[in-house]
DNA sequence: AAATTTGTTAAATTTTTATTTAACGTTTTG
DNA sequence: CAAAACGTTAAATAAAAATTTAACAAATTT
């Protein structure tokens, strides 16, 4: 088995997590195409640039452009620079702790943030409405009822927030330690 | 202002949240229509058949039913009976905290599982790779730098693995309580 | 049993999203 | 300064997803 068998024998290997990857980044709210871009890039620990990986990938060059777009959206690869290129240059992220928290803890936010601001202006509109002289008891009622709600998801898109508050700290790894790994 | 009117500036009042709630849910995986019919669906004590949904959005029986299903999926409605009604009955789920848990965990269990196989298998056909004799030395390192690569992301998911099994028990309610609100 | 109601499936349509080809503007190189 | 390299934008195309209309099957009512 000469050098270059052994090299696709290798990506073949690998091939499995990279597939594995692509499924699983929906998560991430990313298309399968760029998560094999991210699944692809994982095992590289040189930089990659856009003909690299529309070579690697069988796909068009504003495509990767896109997809590099998106993925350093959330973070996931970064820009670098190799000296000698001229060419654009990007790493994947590899640190999986890190993308988790720094993803979810933004989805969280932005949840809690755009929730928060109508909560409170539906509450406004309710409270004026309840303030009529001439309501009719089953609107009353109803209004009422909706306000209860809104008083228990409130306590939920706060404490969304301190959950948030807590992963971006690190104070999660205290009740959820990193584990150690026993290799066989 | 009759009754008609008053319930009319309820239904105004309440969109607002409705509308936050159909545009975060992208979140849960699911698309605005989806998410409006969630929204609409949060403020109802009473439950609700296909037939109203359809008035009540303006949309196909069909795609109230695929609606539907979606909803039953991710456990945020469940079908309940209405005694003298044929028809199907639905009522939403309203305890964010639970729906919280039960999608992440869920969605969070599928990832450790698929990528925990996945490494699995690379592993094994790494270690096949790397007991040839006539092994290329480049080949080697990044053989080795692969397994490295996977040795680390197999801590992230049994963490993943462990963070589920926390939200599950509960016992993250520990670290962050649910918080109580003041009233203003 | 015929007619109606109800939910779903299938086929057709529309809309949205992803992808490609072509064109452009900027930078670099010779 | 002409030619090539590079990344992005714009327009065109293709693919996927959502939605509707039509048809169907099962259950219920008359």
Redesign the pocket.
């Known amino acids: 088995m000469d050098k270059k068998e052994q090299l696709e024998a290798l990506e073949k290997a690998r091939n499995n997590v990279v597939r594995s990857i692509a499924e699983t980044m929906d998560l991430y709210g990313v ?4 998560g094999k871009l991210y699944g692809t890039m994982y095992f590289r620990n040189k930089s990659m ?3 690299e990986m529309k070579d690697e990938l ?12 998106s993925l350093q959206e959330i973070d996931m690869i970064k820009k670098t620079w190799l000296k000698g ?5 990007f790493v994947s992220e590899k640190d999986f702790f890190k993308l988790f928290i720094q993803y979810f803890c933004k989805m969280w936010e932005r949840e809690v943030k755009i929730n928060l601001n109508a909560i409170e202006d539906t509450r406004t509109e309710i409270h004026t409405l309840l303030s009529q002289a001439d309501l009719d008891e089953e609107v009353r009622e109803e209004a009422e009822y909706s306000l209860t709600l809104l008083k228990e998801s409130k306590k939920y898109y706060y404490w969304l927030s301190d959950l948030a508050a807590n992963f971006r700290s690190g104070q999660i790894f205290d009740l959820v330690p990193i584990p150690e790994i026993e290799e066989e």
Do not use: H, N
């Open positions: 298309t399968p195409s760029v640039s856009l003909d069988g796909m068009s060059k504003p495509s990767m452009s896109t997809a590099v777009k290129s001229r060419r654009d240059q």
